[in-house]
């Protein structure tokens, strides 16, 4: 950040009095920035034993799997997000069962948040961030072309709790990757 939101001037980067971290800092208006993670909210959406993947039609990871999920919105709750996003990606309308899987990627300042969920029917098609949408069961599953460790892991917690006749909430940090 390099320029207040509230009056134009050139922030500077300081512990704020009363704070214990750097803030961006304007020293002529006195506005404190706050620069706090992303909220990245899906669902794990299922219909008769398979579940609702998107083939991603933008960056990053272009081409590759993921389930439906985006940032959450200003104005909305998880849950809603988790709807709205699973519309917006394939079109699909669902119910919200519970929270699932809490993943927080903090070398990219971001939670990611799983919902299981139901599809309504199978009347579902690929969104504006999707090149297509479809059903796969757990052994179709294309672990290699997954987009993100986060779904990866979500869909490896999901598939456990199902065999084993329950379902739990989950939640782990990622590591940033090789090479990073």
Not at 6 to 17: E, H, N
Not at 18 to 33: E, K, M, Q, S, Y
Not at 74 to 92: D, K, M
Request: glycine content about 6%.
């Amino acid at each position: 950040m390099n320029y207040c939101n509230r009056c134009g001037a050139t922030v500077v980067l300081r512990i704020p009095d009363g704070d214990t971290l750097p803030r961006h800092v304007c020293p002529h208006c006195g506005a404190i920035h706050y620069l706090n993670p992303k909220l990245v909210i899906g669902c794990v959406a299922e219909w008769q034993g398979d579940i609702l993947l998107c083939r991603r039609a933008i960056e990053p990871r272009y081409g590759l799997w993921t389930l439906p999920a985006g940032f959450m919105e200003n104005g909305e709750s998880t849950s809603q997000a988790a709807l709205r996003e699973t519309f917006e990606e394939a079109c699909a309308r669902i119910e919200i069962d519970a929270p699932f899987s809490l993943v927080n990627v903090p070398y990219i300042n971001q939670v990611h948040l799983f919902y299981r969920g139901r599809l309504v029917d199978t009347d579902f098609a690929a969104g504006a961030e999707s090149l297509e949408t479809v059903l796969v069961s757990e052994n179709e599953m294309p672990w290699d072309q997954l987009a993100f460790r986060s779904v990866a892991a979500c869909l490896k917690f999901y598939f456990a709790d199902r065999s084993a006749g329950r379902f739990e909430f989950h939640e782990m940090d990622l590591t940033p990757p090789t090479g990073y």
